[in-house]
């Protein structure tokens, strides 16, 4: 018997780092698992939703073709991100709506539109994937941070909009983790990312940055019925180190 047998979840940024990892773990666990990204192709799943969550209508509408892809929705993990990097005058008009638009306003959308299903059908959980960058100001990405403070305030106060309806809706703010995300970053700033990494783990009181799995393992969690009295919780996930 699997935590999630019977269960139907959208996951969104399925084919990065952290968003693998959690389709991976949902699928072991029982769950029957509808994946969003740009592309979704090769992700072993029980549906496939490819599209940009640019686009207010692909946003708008993947709740509902999760739910009828797969016949119902119990788990929404509001994974995808992007990252812009630098202080606010070095932040161009196009990342300040892309960072805006994948971390904030495709969230709403999705968590809009899941809510009344889940309602419906007696209950349900969403877990959003926020950062410790957006609950403590971290150097040099601005609008990243700004980003995520806003999805753990919408968080906060969505969970206590909808726990009346039995939908808990829930966030992790990790720090440091080892995804293509973070490993392009260091790679784009011309580090080796091997080396970047290992200066890191120095810095991480646990001794190492975390994997995908430390933020997964925390996002099913969240999304389990062992989390039934948790709703509108920021959870950090950061090996003990804080934002400074
Ligand atoms: N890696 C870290 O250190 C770290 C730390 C804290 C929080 N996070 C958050 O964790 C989440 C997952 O990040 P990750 O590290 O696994 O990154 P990742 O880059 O590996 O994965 C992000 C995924 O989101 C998808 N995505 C981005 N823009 C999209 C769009 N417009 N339409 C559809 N899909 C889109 C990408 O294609 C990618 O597969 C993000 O929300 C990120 O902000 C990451």
């Known amino acids: 018997m699997g935590r999630f047998d019977g269960r139907a979840a959208l996951v969104t940024g399925a084919a990065g780092g952290i968003g693998a990892a959690v389709v991976r773990m949902l699928r072991a666990e029982g769950a029957k698992v509808a994946v969003a990204d740009r592309d979704v192709a090769g992700i072993a799943a029980e549906a496939h939703l490819p599209g940009d969550l640019m686009d207010p ?9 999760a739910a009828k892809a797969l016949g119902r929705l119990d788990i929404v993990v509001n994974n995808a991100g992007v990252i812009a990097r630098g202080p606010v005058t070095e932040t161009s008009d196009a ?72 939908v808990r809706i829930n966030a992790v703010a990790p720090n440091e983790v080892n995804t293509p995300m973070l490993r392009t970053g260091f790679a784009k700033r011309g580090f080796d990312p091997e080396t970047a990494i290992a200066e890191l783990n120095r810095t991480v009181p646990l001794g190492r940055i975390a994997e995908p799995e430390d933020i997964a393992d925390v996002i099913l969690f969240l999304a389990s019925d062992a989390a039934r009295y948790i709703c509108g919780a920021i959870v950090e996930v950061n090996g003990g180190k804080p934002v400074k």
Request: include cysteine; hydrophobic fraction near 45%.
């Open 95 to 166: 990342d300040f709506r892309l960072n805006v638009g994948v971390n904030v306003e495709a969230p709403f959308r999705i968590c809009r539109a899941a809510i009344p299903l889940m309602a419906a059908q007696g209950g349900g959980a969403i877990v959003n994937v926020a950062s410790c960058w957006g609950l403590r100001p971290g150097p040099n990405h601005a609008v990243y941070c700004m980003t995520k403070a806003a999805l753990a305030s919408l968080t906060q106060c969505m969970g206590m909009d909808h726990a009346h309806q039995g």
């Open 57 to 65: 209508a692909h946003a708008d509408g993947l709740a509902g073709a």
